[in-house]
């Protein structure tokens, strides 16, 4: 089946550790977006890839990093630098000339 | 994009229609409807979008009415597992998911 796939579903971090999320899809999606969700809260944009090799910052691109290597895959590493970053973070492809977005099902990070 | 309103929460007794809401008044007439939801600690998924023609699908029916000032998200026979929170948002066609935002949206809670 096509789809969105993130990994690890939940994540503990210890506090001034990097961590790395997955996010792998099979849809052949050009773009992909990363993003956080806090609760109670609507989505905030990290980052996001409209090709392989290119990204570009969103709203709170502060303490993160991303890499595009291939077109399937766009991980997010949340850095020591990410000053609160126990979040629900959601990965989403879209694809080329439609609106409509594809997520995936979730990593929620918790630092402890 | 354009502002919509919905309900903050509603009930549907299980097996009987779900109809939901949304008000868009501002909305121009290159923007469509787009229904997502979201599962509680799942990722959104969406749902239909349509221009002013009634549109149906696996999932549920979109009526709009004949101004485009609001329409009605159908769930024809609801489950427990429609429990969720419903987003409804406008946008025009092709625009990014970099730029996709959720409001508040309809908590539907579907009853045994």
């Known amino acids: 089946d096509g789809g969105i796939t993130q990994s690890p579903k939940y994540l503990f971090r210890k506090e001034g550790q990097n961590v790395t999320l997955s996010c792998e899809q099979n849809l052949n999606h050009d773009a992909m977006y990363w993003y956080r969700q806090d609760p109670g809260q609507g989505l905030r944009l990290i980052y996001y890839?409209?090709?392989?090799?290119?990204?570009q910052k969103g709203d709170i691109a502060e303490g993160y990093s991303v890499s595009r290597e291939k077109k399937e895959s766009f991980p997010l590493t949340v850095t020591s630098a990410q000053k609160n970053p126990t979040a629900f973070y959601l990965c989403a492809s879209q694809p080329q000339g439609r609106t409509e977005a594809f997520f995936g099902q979730g990593t929620r990070l918790t630092v402890v | 994009d354009a502002k919509t309103t919905q309900p903050p929460s509603m009930d549907c007794a299980e097996g009987r229609a779900a109809n939901l809401p949304c008000n868009h008044s501002?909305?121009?007439?290159?923007?469509?409807v787009y229904w997502y939801r979201q599962i509680h600690s799942q990722g959104p998924q969406y749902i239909i979008h349509?221009?002013?023609n009634n549109e149906t699908n696996e999932m549920a029916s979109l009526i709009i009415t004949e101004d485009r000032k609001s329409s009605t998200l159908i769930l024809p026979h609801a489950t427990l597992r429609d429990t969720a929170v419903y987003y409804c948002?406008?946008?025009?066609?092709?625009?990014?998911?970099?730029?996709?935002?959720f409001g508040s949206g309809t908590q539907l809670t579907v009853l045994p």
């Open positions: 890839s409209q090709i392989v090799n290119d990204f």
């Open positions: 349509g221009l002013k």
């Open positions: 948002i406008v946008r025009a066609p092709g625009g990014s998911a970099r730029q996709l935002t």
């Open positions: 501002t909305i121009s007439g290159n923007e469509y």
